[in-house]
């Protein structure tokens, strides 16, 4: 039905006409609450891929801070006498750079950083540049520190620029605020000596942020990118991945261990999101663990969401490793376990324990409350299985609480998917992670997926999902978006088995991505949310407390044949004083919708209907840095008089939430 029809729809509604069979009568059964939803539900799946981090939501400008990325100037241009050293104060991240005479006295020494796709400052902003140096041969030495537009056609390339007075032979941390005149996206950081005489300068960990944090914190993250995330209202908070759990090898695994303590210290790793793609290759991406373990409980902490952190279970990634030998052999694993057992302390254990001292010194001497771990990211087959098996083991002995999440491998069905499940069930997992990303008839069909899952096994965990047009649709269009609202009713629905759910990927920067869609897309200053970050937002914000049966011919309404491509499902929210319906309507046509409220008593009667609705005039539409708003939630709010039931008419192609308020 086109715009004419449903012209013709609402027209016959208005003049009180029924619809006669295009009537979808919907009943939902208010005083029969089911299962409680989660706290946990619709959250969030963080990973370091499409500079998610590092030149992302982590707000460090510098690219190569430390001169340890593999070329150790990538990301540099020295001029002058610049040498690398390695014998610098931090043992794990040794080398530095020195910084020596020219030669004559107008001749300079220096570098610049080009930072992760440019340096970019906005004019009367505050930034917090540091270095660590020190003058090894005694002395003083100045520096100039600016940031310069190198493409200026003005006089002056320089924006900013502050001086820095080096007094000391022994290492030290100099900061110095700048606040450029100018915007300027592509900029640079350019560090030189002034006035070069005989005095050596050696500088290490050379960083610049933001002063204007999330929270304000100096090893912050992005404001924008972080406010995003806390605007979701996420239940939990998945960490740090992905496949870069894994690792390409064992050796590039991620270890969470290397990212906690000081910044300056924390060994840099590969990011094998930098190469995993040739089509789309990023050779200057590295992880620095800036953002690590500390950084991401204290953001989970902050937008309310459980931390859900994911270790490696002595398996490097299986895509890339066939060989037994690329493994940890079963009878090796003591180390990895009691990685785990030492995150768990360091996250719940009393300040006077090792790893629980170690968060206090970092700043936070309460625990983070840790309740889920998950151990393996994407694996399969036994080498999964008999590998988790003694994580299990210790976990359970040492942290009975503490509730465990595994792995159902990278399909949604299929021979590893139908193997891992009941051997999840065998080790006694609380959780099992699914994946899928899938095309829209995959979407379209799996309404009642959780349906028919086992009540007494192991709980769901969507751990990663997306809808991915197919034939050449692969983006962020709303089609997508719809047709993920519409599956989640099925999440809502079976809220006694799934506890959790995280879309993902979550972040990708429009110069630097290698996998899409993505949740929330941005650049060095602006960032836009798509239609499917807005779809979790709606389900986020209106999960409510428990779910509500809902029917339509005595069925769920999971777009079955006969179904009209309606997909739904209702919880009440006792808090709120509300039951909530959300329809979505994945059909080219209007339909309409009574909606009845079975068990309905007078003291409940419904006072007002508050109807957000996510549509969009073109289905492949998505939003971008220029047009942010082009598919976002409307909101409208209706009168509703002492009556039981609710009819309307639902657009072609629209995702609706309906609060009913009592
Ligand atoms: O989200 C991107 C990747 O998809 C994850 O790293 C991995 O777990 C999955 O294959």
Request: glycine share 8%; aromatic share 12%; hydrophobic share 35%.
């Amino acid at each position: 039905m086109g715009f004419k029809s449903q012209l013709l729809t609402a027209m016959a509604l208005a003049a009180g006409l029924s619809l006669g069979a295009a009537t979808n009568e919907l009943t939902v059964q208010v005083n029969k609450p089911g299962a409680p939803v989660q706290p946990t539900m619709y959250g969030l799946f963080f990973e370091d891929i499409n500079y998610a981090a590092d030149g992302g939501l982590y707000a460090e400008m510098v690219k190569n801070r430390s001169f340890e990325f593999p070329q150790n100037l990538m990301g540099w241009v020295t001029f002058g006498n610049v040498s690398l050293k390695d014998d610098g104060p931090f043992d794990r991240n040794p080398h530095y750079v020195r910084l020596g005479a020219a030669g004559h006295g107008h001749k300079h020494t220096g570098l610049e950083n080009e930072g992760f796709f440019g340096v970019t400052v906005k004019k009367g902003a505050k930034y917090r540049f540091s270095t660590w140096a020190r003058t090894p041969g005694g002395g003083k030495a100045k520096l100039r520190v600016e940031i310069i537009n190198p493409a200026s056609s003005a006089n002056s390339q320089v924006i900013a620029s502050k001086e820095i007075t080096v007094d000391s032979k022994d290492w030290k941390k100099y900061e110095v605020e700048i606040t450029p005149d100018k915007s300027e996206k592509k900029g640079k950081l350019r560090i030189f000596l002034v006035k070069p005489d005989e005095t050596v300068v050696d500088l290490e960990h050379v960083s610049m942020f933001p002063v204007d944090t999330y929270k304000g914190r100096e090893n912050g993250m992005r404001k924008d990118l972080a406010q995003a995330l806390a605007d979701i209202h996420p239940g939990v908070f998945r960490f740090p991945g992905g496949c870069i759990v894994e690792g390409t090898d064992l050796a590039t695994r991620y270890q969470w261990k290397n990212t906690v303590g000081p910044v300056e210290n924390r060994p840099l790793n590969e990011n094998r999101w930098h190469y995993t793609f040739t089509n789309r290759f990023y050779p200057d991406y590295y992880q620095t663990g800036g953002l690590g373990f500390y950084e991401y409980f204290l953001l989970s902490e902050d937008i309310g969401a459980e931390p859900l952190p994911i270790l490696n279970v002595g398996l490097s990634c299986q895509y890339q490793n066939d060989k037994p030998s690329a493994h940890v052999p079963v009878d090796s694993l003591d180390e990895y376990i009691q990685d785990a057992l030492d995150l768990i302390e360091f996250a719940n254990g009393a300040v006077s324990t090792k790893w629980g001292g170690l968060r206090a010194e970092m700043g936070h001497p309460e625990p983070f409350n840790l309740k889920f771990i998950g151990i393996g990211n994407e694996q399969w087959g036994p080498e999964y299985v008999e590998r988790l098996k003694p994580f299990v083991e210790a976990i359970r002995k040492a942290y009975p609480g503490i509730k465990i999440v595994g792995s159902s491998g990278p399909n949604s069905e299929g021979k590893d998917f139908d193997y891992l499940w009941p051997e999840m069930r065998r080790v006694k997992a609380d959780l099992v992670d699914e994946h899928f990303y899938r095309n829209e008839k995959w979407f379209l069909s799996q309404g009642a997926r959780y349906d028919s899952y086992d009540r007494k096994g192991p709980k769901v965990f969507a751990g990663e999902y997306a809808c991915h047009g197919s034939k050449g649709k692969k983006y962020n269009h709303f089609n997508a978006a719809l047709l993920e609202a519409a599956f989640m009713t099925g999440l809502e629905r079976n809220a006694d088995v799934v506890h959790m759910a995280t879309y993902a990927p979550l972040f990708a920067h429009i110069e630097g991505w290698q996998w899409r869609p993505d949740m929330i897309w941005f650049d060095n200053d602006s960032s836009f949310r798509t239609a499917s970050y807005y779809v979790q937002q709606l389900y986020a914000h209106n999960k409510g407390t428990n779910v509500l049966p809902l029917t339509m011919d005595k069925k769920a309404v999971t777009g079955a044949e006969g179904q009209n491509g309606l997909f739904a499902s209702a919880v009440l929210d006792k808090e709120r004083n509300e039951y909530i319906v959300k329809v979505a309507n994945t059909s080219d046509e209007s339909q309409e919708l009574k909606i009845n409220f079975a068990g309905l008593k007078k003291k409940d009667n419904v006072k007002k209907v508050v109807v957000q609705t996510l549509s969009s005039d073109d289905p492949l539409a998505d939003n971008s840095l220029e047009n942010p708003d082009r598919v976002k939630p409307v909101t409208k709010e209706f009168a509703m008089d002492e009556r039981a039931d609710w009819t309307t008419v639902l657009a072609p192609k629209t995702f609706a939430v309906y609060h009913f308020v009592k």
